[in-house]
């Protein structure tokens, strides 16, 4: 998040997408609808009337994977009655007329017949968002998971530039990372082409920097995303996988190819907390630990370093991960990863990472620090882009709108989206042991629009095949208004009825991230054997 | 007290990496970390209960404001503690939070030290929403019920909630699932069942994270019972519950003090 939670609640104007805050991530949307009390204006632009939908000033739906269009339409209104903010976009930003040369192909006619949003809605979201004192976007994966995932952002980005909604408090872009830790494993360096704190793997000075402190020859090159390390393992280039908890036998996209791609690899070791759908294709299983069990830092989404402390020593065989990776590298031949605490691996980080710079356990020890925190008097950074943004002026990138990868057809009629649901966390291997959860949620739905039951024939609670071009599902119905004609939302925690056995493949050319939120799917009646 | 063996141990706050946290101390010697803090409150009476499950024959001290001392007078009454094996240590709450709290007795019988704060009457908060007209009152609920999450945190953190299973997870009264569950039922089967039991502490609505008025919701209910019957939870020891005088025997529970 550019921005804190706390924040939110001044805010006067909030733009909730791709976001069902309340099931997802139930303490911001607490702070919205306290904003919201306070006299805000709450936007929520979804295809799906989620919870906190019910609350909004304005709520509309667009059709999947149309957000360039609707965001480009929002801009192009709010130029035409200039309501953008001038000061803000001749101080602060460039690229203004290249960005109004691309938004002049967006007018409110043409939004609505792309994104299904009326222009009487498109000009009201406008006008609200651009003229509130301080404006906020949310965001989550409804956003990001889409071949437009990168796209879709920087039209955000643009929209907040656009009306100056950024560099202030209780404005800004404000992703919300999943799990407790999405973001501290990104701050650490959990992504291929950066290291801790996104310092860029193919800059010299950065790359000399990691070597010398590690005292080893590293890569200029990327490594892989997720997508690319399982085409490379099709392509016999790579043999060997190690995953940490994660479950990709039911979180990724097209499950079947998963499963057989995981098959052929020579050497699988998964390492967590319990025997995942994946632990079981592997053929080594390391014990790792719980959140109780663990000493460390969990870093929020809205980037707040906060220490996490062991409540218990880990039970049975299992150890810390990183216990187990120091373990390994010894068994390697590498002698240089001894830690004797975790605050010395933090400290090392802090070390070679400029954002984390001036975070100690010390200062932690009672309330978190936001980043970025560069040194001991450095209070930390409740909200980014104060002044200036990092590179200096922020620049507006034209986007063009471009369409899903797969599109609703005769075969295909059904656009499919997927999500979660609040009693579940995502692939299932905490929450499903639960038996508290599991009593509220046990089975895995397709929430279908009773006017399209109707038409087919099917029934409430009826189970139903659903078919995509990558597969065949069987799962039980849910009717509901929440969702609109023409499309079906599946939950995708459960592995019985794994919504990732029909999701699409395709992946953002920049991000790499798949397309989970578009697919077309046909829904067909379980035929009754007669005996 | 712990040093003459008048209890096993004491249940309080100490102070954990700068937060108040409950704590079963045992020893003197670490009383140093003890904390009286009025910032967070905690259900001290009701994480006794697990305490005096598993180690039934042992007395067991245990910090109590006001409130606190009514669930144990709940909890007494409904066999989950037993009395001699409990020994209450009273401390007073400041005027200050007694206002906040709108409470009528912001004190235990008996306090250690400290000043007895004032009594609270007021039912403004209450009076706000009666006299809304019906279909805005009606409006004004759903929408707040309509908020919920089903976290069961308002259950959890009730030092007056203690049935082994609950009619909010029977699903033949209240539908799995559910963000929001389904209201308003799930909300007024938890107030029916609080009528004659509630406290008012109001530890449910601080812990509500989607800011939900659960407590005047609770507070109406009982006021109801008071005007109906006289009744007040918490208040005598001998006095039965009159949902629990009109019932059928379920409402006497399994539990240590039985």
């Known amino acids: ?531 | 007290m712990l040093d003459e063996n008048i209890v096993s141990a004491i249940l309080g706050l100490k102070l954990s990496h700068g937060h108040p946290i409950p704590f079963l101390f045992t020893k003197s010697s670490e009383l140093g970390k003890w904390v009286f803090d009025e910032s967070v409150r905690y259900p001290l009476t009701k994480i006794l209960i697990k305490i005096a499950q598993k180690y039934p024959d042992q007395k067991i001290g245990v910090v109590v404001r006001g409130c606190d001392e009514r669930s144990l007078i709940e909890l007494f009454k409904n066999y989950q503690l037993q009395k001699d094996k409990v020994i209450a240590i009273g401390i007073p709450c400041s005027q200050d939070l007694a206002n906040r709290c709108r409470c009528e007795r912001p004190f235990p019988s008996e306090i250690e030290d400290g000043e007895f704060a004032k009594p609270v009457e007021d039912y403004s908060d209450i009076e706000e929403v009666e006299k809304l007209p019906e279909q805005e009152r009606f409006l004004y609920w759903m929408s707040q019920f309509g908020k919920c999450i089903k976290c069961y945190g308002c259950r959890n953190i009730c030092p007056a909630c203690f049935c082994p299973s609950c009619t909010l997870e029977d699903e033949n009264l209240i539908k799995p699932g559910g963000m929001p569950p389904e209201i308003p039922i799930f909300h007024l089967h938890k107030a029916y069942h609080m009528a004659d039991r509630c406290i008012d502490c109001g530890l449910c609505e601080e812990a509500c994270p989607m800011g939900i008025p659960v407590r005047r919701l609770y507070r109406k209910v009982k006021k109801a019972v008071k005007d109906l019957f006289g009744y007040i939870p918490g208040e005598n020891e001998d006095e039965k519950g009159p949902l629990e005088f009109l019932g059928d025997g379920s409402y006497e529970l399994p539990g240590t003090g039985k």
């Open chain 1, 1 to 531: 998040m550019t921005n804190s939670i706390p924040e939110l609640e001044e805010s006067d104007c909030i733009l909730v997408t791709g976001s069902n805050t309340t099931e997802a991530h139930p303490l911001v949307a607490s702070r919205i609808l306290r904003a919201k009390q306070k006299g805000a204006t709450l936007i929520v632009i979804d295809p799906r009337r989620t919870q906190i939908a019910r609350y909004a000033d304005i709520f509309v739906r667009q059709k999947l994977g149309t957000d360039v269009a609707w965001i480009n339409g929002l801009m192009h209104i709010i130029l035409k009655e200039g309501w953008e903010n001038k000061e803000f976009i001749s101080k602060r930003t460039e690229g203004i007329e290249e960005l109004k040369k691309e938004l002049e192909n967006y007018p409110p006619e043409k939004v609505e017949e792309i994104t299904g949003i009326s222009r009487a809605d498109l000009r009201r979201i406008a006008e609200a968002y651009a003229k509130a004192k301080n404006a906020s976007i949310i965001y989550a994966m409804g956003i990001t998971q889409h071949i437009t995932g990168t796209d879709n952002v920087i039209s955000l980005a643009n929209l907040a530039m656009l009306t100056g909604n950024i560099g202030k408090a209780s404005s800004g872009v404000n992703p919300l990372r999943g799990q407790n830790n999405v973001q501290g494993a990104c701050d650490m360096g959990g992504l291929p082409d950066v290291y801790p704190g996104y310092q860029s793997v193919t800059n010299e000075t950065i790359a000399k920097k990691f070597e010398e402190s590690w005292n080893a020859k590293l890569s200029r090159k990327p490594g892989l995303t997720i997508m690319e390390m399982f085409q490379s393992i099709e392509e016999g280039k790579v043999k060997a996988m190690y995953i940490m908890g994660e479950n990709p036998m039911v979180s990724d996209p097209d499950l079947k190819h998963v499963e057989h791609t995981l098959k052929k690899l020579e050497l699988l070791v998964v390492q967590d907390i319990f025997l995942t759908e994946t632990a079981k294709l592997a053929h080594i299983v390391l014990p790792g630990v719980s959140f109780a069990e663990k000493e460390g830092t969990f870093t929020s989404t809205d980037r707040r370093v906060q220490r996490v402390r062991k409540a218990i020593e880990p039970l049975g065989e299992a150890k810390a991960d990183h216990e187990i990776i120091c373990k390994i590298a010894k068994r390697m031949g590498n002698d240089s990863f001894n830690y004797d605490s975790e605050e010395k691996i933090f400290e090392e980080m802090t070390r070679l990472t400029p954002i984390y710079h001036g975070i100690t356990y010390e200062r932690i020890e009672k309330d978190g620090i936001q980043w970025p925190c560069t040194n001991s008097e450095d209070p930390g950074t409740p909200f980014l882009h104060k002044d200036q943004f990092s590179k200096g002026k922020g620049t507006f990138f034209p986007i063009p709108y471009r369409e899903p990868a797969e599109i609703v057809d005769e075969e295909f009629p059904f656009w499919l989206t997927t999500g979660r649901i609040g009693f579940q966390y995502h692939s299932r291997t905490m929450s499903g042991v639960s038996p508290s959860l599991q009593k509220e949620a046990k089975e895995g739905y397709v929430e279908m629009n009773p006017f399209d039951a109707i038409q087919l024939g099917i029934e409430e609670g009826e189970k139903v095949k659903v078919i995509s071009r990558r597969g065949t599902i069987e799962i039980k119905t849910k009717l509901s208004f929440n969702v609109g004609r023409n499309m079906v939302f599946i939950p995708f925690h459960y592995f019985e009825s794994a919504a990732n056995v029909l999701t699409n493949t395709a992946v953002d050319p920049i991000s790499k991230i798949p397309e989970f939120k578009v697919c077309a799917v046909r829904l067909e009646k379980i035929e009754e054997e007669n005996p």
